[in-house]
């Protein structure tokens, strides 16, 4: 009977723990929908002194009930300048603070009344809300902030009756006697796991409740706790820019000094909460005030540092420029033959990009054609969504390839060039610079193309894939010449007839104007578009000419 009273124990503890973090994900939901955007601002305009961010960082986290939901959007700030690593640094010190907010509202009510009088009538009452309320109104995000907060609390009770039946069930005094430190491991284990200090803190408060753990342990489990939730930050950094890593490095050691700290200040704190402020017999709210003393004496001691860890962290965690081409940075340019393969290589790379890029603007899976081949009309057919992937970022990318290639070949000119090699390395760059613009035309008309792929008008939809369709049949010829498979005049014969399709569309979109009365802007839009799909596709004609640049005869001839 005992075995299966410790078996429901154990699930109602997990079980317990996962509502926990429901309640506390939903209430982190509720209050983002309805605040972020504002949210967002306040912590731009608010961060420009340290003395700012520490309240600022405090204030959002015990308004949003999640320090690694601040941490997380002040590196992301971090990463774009948007805020200063000093002021980013601030934020995320003040979000300690702020998490103490959740262990005295645990310790205050989850723990003083009576939880199942209050926890599930608040996450009905919020259901009820999420019914017959009306959707984007205040109340109906109210609604669901008390489901959140309902079952942060129910989840709360599941844990604090299964921990006291375990409590029962084991003779835990034995483990008392094991040294402190294990305990700061437990916690900072549990804590990553669970990504949640919070949800951690809470265990740790049940099992106080009960006589689980001693206060000393208690205390050092949310010294652990405060460890643990550095995961999340650290986490959030890999990939990131080198200031989102700094930041992320500043949390973690902010938590590692202030647990250090803490730790050896520990049985003095303990006592001094215990025994003069005469909270013995009120463990739960004294642990609740080791919490919020231990943080707010972290930042208190660590905060004038601030400016010192910025400038260690910009030293020794430096940028380190990425590599994004493929050959020319692999060879010398003063050993002219190897430089003018490279080149001619990193361009037909860099064409290859170009392709890619524009039929994904296009909102087509570049596989599908460069890959896999196959028709046009099972393309258009398969590709019917919109591609969403951060152009931008790629368009840049492939703005820095140009700009390393445009450097290269300046490097190459300064070596004395005959008149023949100066004419080739001029025709290198110029491919180059076609294909950064024909991107750059695509790319500055994407929105239109996103928009007439929504568009409920059936003329635009087809005017939208007869551009398609012109540039697969456009680039399918570029593709096939490119790997060799027809000769010159076959893919100029080829993309001759693409281009034809520009003409049909054209008068396509002049009938559809008059026989279906499409509003005059998207008009204007469709021919505007189609002129710069023109522009775009004659610039990779051009930059075409790269495949019939013979590096070989080159070699033999002029490089002697």
């Not at 027809?486 to 693409?498: A, V």
């Not at 008009?523 to 775009?536: C, D, G, H, M, Y």
Request: proline share 1%.
């Amino acid at each position: 009977m005992q075995t299966i009273t410790l078996t429901n124990s154990i699930i109602m503890a997990f079980s317990g723990l996962g509502i926990f973090l429901f309640g506390i994900y939903y209430m982190e939901y509720a209050l983002k929908e309805v605040a972020a955007g504002k949210l967002k601002r306040w912590l731009k305009n608010s961060t420009n002194t340290i003395g700012k961010s520490i309240f600022t960082g405090a204030f959002a986290t015990a308004l949003l009930q999640s320090s690694s939901v601040v941490t997380l959007l002040t590196l992301s700030f971090v990463s774009v300048s948007l805020i200063s690593l000093k002021s980013g640094i601030g934020v995320i010190f003040g979000s300690n603070i702020g998490t103490t907010v959740t262990a005295w509202l645990v310790a205050l009510l989850g723990f003083k009344l009576q939880i199942e009088s209050f926890a599930l009538p608040i996450a009905g009452f919020g259901g009820l809300g999420l019914i017959f309320l009306p959707k984007n109104s205040k109340y109906f995000f109210f609604a669901k902030f008390l489901i959140g907060f309902g079952f942060l609390f129910l989840g709360l009770d599941y844990m604090k009756t299964s921990i006291e039946v375990l409590g029962t069930s084991f003779d835990l005094q034995k483990y008392s006697a094991y040294p402190l430190y294990y305990f700061v491991l437990i916690g900072a284990v549990i804590t990553a796991i669970i990504q949640s200090s919070s949800a951690t803190t809470a265990l740790v408060l049940s099992a106080l409740s009960v006589s689980v753990l001693t206060f000393e342990g208690a205390a050092a489990m949310v010294i652990g706790a405060n460890i643990g939730t550095t995961i999340t930050a650290l986490l959030g950094a890999i990939g990131g820019t080198v200031d989102k890593k700094r930041a992320a490095v500043a949390h973690f050691i902010f938590n590692i000094l202030t647990a250090i700290i803490i730790f050896f200040l520990l049985f003095y704190l303990s006592s001094f909460i215990l025994n003069t402020l005469h909270m013995k017999n009120h463990p739960v709210i004294a642990l609740a005030m080791f919490h919020t003393i231990f943080n707010v004496l972290g930042v208190v001691l660590l905060a004038p540092f601030i400016p010192l860890l910025a400038n260690f962290l910009n030293r020794v965690i430096t940028f380190k420029k990425p590599v994004v081409t493929h050959y020319i940075h692999l060879v010398d340019t003063q050993v002219t033959e190897s430089a003018f393969i490279a080149v001619k290589n990193e361009i037909e790379s860099l064409f290859s990009k170009t392709l890619k890029y524009i039929l994904l603007l296009a909102n087509v899976k570049s596989n599908d054609l460069l890959l896999n081949e196959k028709e046009t009309n099972n393309i258009l057919e398969i590709n019917t969504d919109i591609i969403d992937f951060d152009h931008m970022a790629t368009y840049k990318n492939m703005k820095t390839i140009e700009g390393s290639i445009f450097e290269f070949i300046n490097k190459i000119n300064r070596q004395g060039l005959e008149q023949t090699q100066s004419q080739n390395i001029d025709k290198l760059y110029t491919t180059a610079r076609e294909c950064a613009y024909a991107a750059k035309i695509i790319k500055d008309i994407k929105n239109n193309l996103n928009e007439f792929s929504q568009s409920e008008e059936i003329s635009v939809q087809k005017a939208y894939n007869r551009m398609r369709k012109h540039l697969i049949n456009a680039i399918r010829a570029l593709h096939l010449y490119m790997n060799h498979k027809i000769d010159r005049k076959e893919f100029e014969k080829k993309y001759t007839e693409s281009l034809q399709e520009n003409e049909q569309l054209l008068r396509q979109i002049t009938f559809a104007y008059k026989t279906f009365s499409l509003n005059a802007t998207v008009v204007t839009s469709l021919l505007n578009s189609n002129r710069s799909l023109f522009l775009a596709l004659n610039s990779l004609y051009q930059a075409s000419e790269v495949f019939d640049i013979q590096i070989n005869s080159l070699n033999e001839t002029d490089l002697k």
